[in-house]
């Protein structure tokens, strides 16, 4: 029991038992109860008069029991959520080497724009006439998403990375059934994101993998030898979840083509290329790009997302509504949906806080600023590479793109996993790197530093991953099976929290209480 009367929980779960403290807090590293565990039913902050209903209009139906809220006051309520979002990592807080994330620093002047007045209290529903400023940043956001991909089409409504190749591949049957052309098969890479399977699998699409060469790329032979006239689409990611650039792109996009089919590529690793290579120009014919990745806005439990998809000319005329067009001098919505065109992805026009924060971002760079973002974001993760290379395993030789994968070869008869590498990690300080994924090596360890890390921020990451990677090989597994030892909580049952989350609080038994 804490001082707050919380049921003592299972002392693994809680670390209460190791602090050695009466509250159960570790300093200013505070425990923190439910709300329903705080504030009994029965206080509430306010009495108000019983109220007199002189006219029942519920038909009997108003509430006669207790209402069962938490009674708190508003320093408590407040201090409830504060000390929660203090339990939170972010990237405000220190390094996040989450690999295919791109958690880089969020500029403040993105936040300032954002919450002008005039993007930040407007309604979807206004009449255009009065929105003409923010129609005008969507057109404008557009037009450097075009610049920058070669790609004439763009749909900015989609949410996210994964609603982006929803309506990619939605596109894609649009134009391919515009021509009375069915086709059943979308052949996927087996080091894709999960999220292209599933696109393709939602979009009523039989998935085909495509094997990876031992240097981490498509097999171009074996793709070669599974296209064929019932291919609608390959989904493809450049740079790949590998870290690497697939050098054979035009060729695969040709044959593509050839094939009758479209070209779709997973654009989350755009900051790897931002500036530098135009998706375009290697025959892509749409892409989805996580706004919330390379053009910063906030994510991960931070923010929404945005990802917006660009389209070739072959596609364009297929994209989902509503559009932002120029019409007399202003812009205007475009939001009829031509016969064989997609309907709309979302109730209004997309996020349009994001789309604020994005455009910041890229006029505060300008061309030569985000050219140079993807050559920091390459040099920074190749530092990582060359820095940990004599203690870990680089599952691919040579440089890497924007993110360096490691496997657990280095691991190999130290008892240590991947996963306790990682908890480890989370003593030291630092946010996990991606464990797991891509799922083309063995207990793969993706890290990406991003662009905006100091050289002396990585360094300290590098020599906490150096640390780790020395006792690994040391012996020190006590350090790892017991990892993490500091964090508030230890290791969960993932699993079953995942099967069996527990979503509702029950009042304890009676008897429990009066313990
Ligand atoms: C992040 C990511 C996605 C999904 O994007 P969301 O914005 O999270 O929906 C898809 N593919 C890759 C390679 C990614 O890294």
Redo the contacts with the bound molecule.
Sequence with gaps: MNRQGRPTAPAAASGEAASGTWTGNRALDLQESLLFEQGGWERTGVDLPEAELADDRLGGLARTAPIGLPGLSEPEAVRHYTRLSCKNYAIDMGLFPLG???MKHNPRLNEKVAAMPGFADIHPLQPVSTVQGALEVMDQLSRWLSVLTGMPGVALSPK??????LCGLMVIRAALEARGDARKRVLVPES??G??PATAALCAYDVDPIPATPDGRVDVAAMREKLGPDVAAIML?NPN?CGLFERDIVEIAEAVHAAGAFFYC?G??FNAIVGRVRPGDLGVDAM?I?L??TFSTP?GGGGP?A?PVVFSEALAPFIPPANVVRHGGGFALREDVPHAQVGRMTAFHGQMGMFVRALTYMLSHGGDGLRQVAEDAVLNANYVRESLKDVMTPSYPGPCMHEVLFDDRFLKDTGVSTLDFAKALIDEGFHPMTMYFPLVVHGAMLVEPTETESRASLDEFIGAMRALAVAAKNGETERFAAAPRFAPIGRLDETRAARQPVLTWQPPEPKQAAE
Excluded: F, R
Aim: with cysteine; proline share 0%.
């Design positions: 295919s994330c791109t996210a990375g994964a609603h982006g190749e894709a994101h999220t292209n990611t979840t997973d989350a690793n989805h996580n919330h990745k994510h997302g990802g």
